[in-house]
């Protein structure tokens, strides 16, 4: 199976908050990293957590790491419709020369 | 203006044909990436170069090459070995194989 596994859909309410969760499945990993890809685009980094860390905040977002559980999650206030895109998780191993490890993306809907 | 260029945004070839995909940054970095993109799945690493001259295969190098003869350009050949290719393929570089990656708008292939 993945090593990095999050839900393919998320639908919210536009001016509700979004959560996007992501589970891995290494402890050695040293940051985790969430990139957001807007139709036919590039990935665009938006923001990562190193993995002695709980919790990240950067204005609407909020990340979450739950290192027992091996478990990120990634909050969006206020939620527009400029969110709407493919949210990715990544993490970064040291035994496997620094490679990220992808998850397959959660596709984030929002209703208006 | 800094970044990472992909070119074309779009390209067909049809089947036999060998074709480059082009990646050039203006980041000074030292790593480049190239990944596959397939519908529903995470991405998935082709080749890397952690530094000029030197190139390691991914985890699907099987009918792809790469050459990294400059810092600032990686460009992908993608051969009439690879049995899918149709996909969408992107670029990344970091400073370092350690540090954050950074992604360019990509290169939509289709085989015809």
């Known amino acids: 199976g993945e090593d990095v596994e999050q839900s393919l859909f998320l639908s919210v309410r536009e001016g509700d908050s979004s959560v996007i969760n992501c589970t891995y499945t290494?402890?050695?990993?040293?940051?985790l990293y969430w990139y957001k890809q807007e139709p036919g685009a590039g990935l665009q980094l938006l923001t990562y957590?190193?993995?002695n860390m709980d919790m990240k905040q950067d204005q609407r977002l909020t990340v979450l790491l739950n290192k027992k559980d091996k478990h990120l999650s990634l909050r969006i206030a206020d939620t527009q419709t400029g969110d709407s895109a493919i949210y990715f998780c990544a993490e970064k191993k040291v035994d496997s020369n620094y490679q990220l490890i992808w998850g397959a993306g959660t596709k984030l809907i929002i209703k208006p | 203006d800094g970044g990472i260029t992909q070119s074309p945004k779009y390209l067909f070839r049809k089947e036999g044909q060998n074709v480059t995909l082009s990646c050039e940054q203006n980041l000074n970095h030292d790593a480049m990436y190239w990944y596959r993109q397939d519908p529903g799945q995470g991405l998935r690493l082709i080749y890397y170069s952690q530094i000029v001259n030197d190139f390691q295969k991914g985890d699907i190098a099987e009918g792809y090459s790469v050459s990294r003869e400059k810092k600032e350009s990686f460009p992908l050949t993608v051969t009439s070995a690879q049995k899918n290719p149709t996909a969408f393929y992107l670029c990344?570089?970091?400073?370092?194989?350690?540090?954050?990656?950074?992604f360019g708008p990509g290169t939509r292939l289709t085989v015809l």
């Open positions: 990344a570089s970091s400073i370092d194989p350690v540090d954050t990656q950074y």
């Open positions: 290494d402890s050695s990993s040293t940051y």
């Open positions: 957590i190193f993995s």
